[in-house]
């Protein structure tokens, strides 16, 4: 196992030749957040996430296969890495036509912070909005038709 207090980096100066990408897929991505109560509240009524309760009562939203675990900042769960509320910059893909996101963060209150404006997602060109619940920006994203 890696401890995360050594220094020495030896996979730097390796020979080893790499490997065939060995990731499949995203599971979940933990985001900090100043109020799981609000940011669930966001999340479940804007976007219709499902939320769930983790062992301890831990927080998280689903969506699709897979989810956003939520850790409160000042309150973080073991192991965690060095967050700050605000530190998350994420890219969503939503099949629902971003004029219709537009129409329903507006009536929903939800100031858009950019665009629609062209991007470049993993897969090819993307058309993205952004927003910014929580100080975490969130792109929303429709990939074009090539």
Not at 15 to 34: E, G, N, W, Y
Not at 36 to 62: H, R, V
Not at 97 to 122: F, N, S, W, Y
Request: glycine share 6%; charged share 25%; proline share 7%.
């Amino acid at each position: 196992m890696w401890s995360r207090a050594s220094e020495k980096q030896s996979w730097r100066h390796s020979s080893q030749t790499a490997f065939p990408c060995l990731i499949h897929r995203l599971d979940h991505i933990v985001m900090t957040v100043k109020s799981i109560k609000d940011i669930i509240m966001f999340y479940s009524k804007i976007l219709g996430m499902q939320i769930i309760t983790l062992k301890g009562e831990k927080k998280a939203l689903c969506f699709g296969d897979q989810k956003f675990n939520l850790h409160e900042v000042g309150k973080e769960f073991e192991p965690t890495a060095h967050p700050i509320p605000g530190s998350l910059d994420i890219c969503l893909i939503t099949e629902t036509p971003l004029e219709e996101m537009v129409q329903h963060l507006k009536a929903c209150d939800v100031p858009i912070e950019e665009g629609p404006v062209p991007r470049t997602g993993a897969k090819g060109p993307i058309i993205s909005i952004y927003f910014d619940p929580d100080r975490n920006l969130i792109k929303m994203s429709n990939y074009m038709s090539l």
